[in-house]
């Protein structure tokens, strides 16, 4: 089974911190994502990447950056942290399972920023 | 990429009752998927139909696909208390790894 992990469940920062999320594939995917969810606003993309060093803005970029140095790894890093970052933060990768393509999603990190 | 629109936002339903649930996109497909995100959680893959297929099953769902009408619906049948859950589609086109997600049907089911 394909298995996507993010570093923690659960993340309490102070505003102005530098916070990094991690996320792992294990089934050699080219494609990873970031997405954030919040309630009534339901999932944004944030940033996704289609290869090692490659990245593209998704469609609320501001306030992330984000990192890929190896195939598995993709970090979303929030340079300094505001209040208006508390959210869910969901990783994802893409890849083709069984004949089919699609996207599997690790368990979600709740980050709350005080 | 393109957003699908769930609809109902919102639906309650008894032990035993089948649910259905709505998705309607505005462009050409090629594919469109289903996903199940229980409270809290990340989103599973329920299940992807082609743009060339009309319906598809996989245990108790049941996907149909109408394409003139750029609209799905994914039926669960004999729900159960664990199928408490928000569910989402997300419309695919053509050569397109990029998935946007709409807010969902948050569907409860009541033992």
């Known amino acids: 089974d394909v298995k996507v992990t993010q570093s923690s469940r659960y993340l309490v920062k102070r505003t102005g911190e530098k916070v990094f999320l991690e996320c792992v594939q294990d089934m050699d995917h080219e494609n990873m994502f970031w997405y954030r969810q919040d309630p009534g606003l339901g999932l944004r993309l944030i940033y996704f990447s289609y290869d090692v060093k490659m990245k593209e803005k998704g469609d609320i970029p501001e306030g992330y950056s984000v990192s890929r140095e190896k195939k598995e790894r993709f970090s979303l890093i929030l340079e300094s942290a505001s209040t208006n970052q508390t959210s869910m933060y969901l990783c994802?990768?893409?890849?083709?399972?069984?004949?089919?393509?699609?996207?599997?999603f690790g368990p979600g990190t709740r980050l709350t920023v005080l | 990429s393109q957003q699908g629109e769930e609809d109902p936002q919102a639906l309650s339903i008894q032990e035993g009752e089948n649910a259905t649930m709505n998705c309607s996109y505005k462009?050409?497909?090629?594919?469109l998927q289903w996903y199940r995100q229980n409270s809290g959680r990340g989103l599973v893959h329920l299940i992807l139909?082609?743009?060339?297929?009309r319906e598809k099953h996989s245990g108790r769902l049941r996907v149909t696909l109408d394409t003139s009408k750029k609209s799905s619906s994914l039926l669960i049948t004999a729900s159960r208390a664990a199928d408490t859950a928000s569910y989402f589609c997300a419309p695919s086109g053509a050569g397109s790894y990029q998935l946007t997600f709409g807010k969902g049907t948050k569907l409860s089911v009541i033992p």
């Open positions: 139909i082609r743009s060339n297929e």
């Open positions: 994802a990768s893409w890849g083709t399972s069984g004949g089919t393509d699609t996207q599997y």
């Open positions: 462009t050409s497909i090629n594919n």
